[in-house]
């Protein structure tokens, strides 16, 4: 489900970037570009996914220390219904508490560091998006920004962004949360709050409406879905879009 995540989180990314200040095509894509990586890194808790293996052992003794965190808290925390379990994927980093916590970090981080602290979080970013959907995006990404460096100022309009990317940051794990609760195990994104007995209750919709990932809802419907969003949300996309298909007005004759 890892480019499904991206692409949603590309989408939820584009989607913010007009509220928190991003109103330029460069702010806004390095914006939507943090929030499509950070979409995937809540699977960060599972040693085999590609946010676990994106730098080798950095990020393989991240995924460790996270998962061996998730099951402690999981073992002092779980209610009188949770289940038998582990505690370890789709635990502690499947939460809005996690999401908040790490944009909240992400904040302190980037308005000690400036934009250099900025530019780091926006290509790791990049990394973890190249990571699910192909090298391509580290291609682009390098095009774009050699365009931004010959058409703006580029750190000028990523220290605009100082601070603002720890809300790509929350805003992408939060998307992953959401996509994982539309499938069949769910996901206990409400984590503390107790429902029916358990503080770790996955929360999803009724039977009819989740899918399995991988299948055939996933790669048919939602996949392509977002792929024709991902395009429409780029600033500037739908209005070009719109005045293609505008009829010209026939002028009346003098």
């Known amino acids: 489900m890892g480019r ?4 949603t989180g590309w989408c939820a990314g584009l989607a913010l970037a007009p509220f928190i200040g991003a109103g330029t095509v460069h702010q806004a894509i390095a914006f939507a570009a943090t929030t499509a990586g950070f979409a995937l890194l809540p699977d960060l808790d599972h040693p ?58 992400t904040v302190a981080g980037t308005r000690a560091g400036g934009w250099y602290a900025v530019a780091g979080v926006v290509a790791f970013g990049i990394l973890l998006a190249t990571s699910a959907l192909g090298d391509w995006v580290l291609i682009v990404a390098v095009g774009g920004g050699a365009w931004w460096a010959a058409t703006a100022n580029g750190a000028g309009e ?56 991988g299948k055939k809802a996933e ?23 719109t005045h293609l298909f505008q009829h010209p007005q026939v002028q009346a004759g003098g």
Do not use: N
């Not at 499904?4 to 692409?7: G, R």
């Open 48 to 105: 085999g996914a590609g946010a676990s293996r994106l730098l080798g052992p950095v990020t393989g003794a991240l995924s460790w220390l996270l998962t061996h965190a998730s099951a402690a808290l999981y073992a002092v925390t779980k209610g009188p219904r949770d289940e038998r379990r582990r505690g370890t994927h789709r635990h502690l980093s499947h939460t809005i508490l996690f999401a908040v916590g790490l944009g909240m970090l």
């Open 158 to 213: 990523l220290q605009q962004l100082t601070g603002w990317v720890g809300i790509a940051v929350a805003a992408g794990c939060v998307t992953h949360c959401l996509g994982d609760a539309l499938t069949e195990a769910g996901c206990p994104f409400l984590f503390p709050v107790m429902i029916a007995g358990e503080t770790w209750y996955e929360i999803r919709p009724p039977s009819f409406l989740r899918f399995r990932t």
């Open 4 to 7: 499904t995540h991206a692409l």
């Open 219 to 241: 790669t048919l419907l939602v996949f392509p879905v977002f792929t024709v969003l991902a395009v429409v949300l780029v600033p500037g996309v739908w209005p070009a879009i």
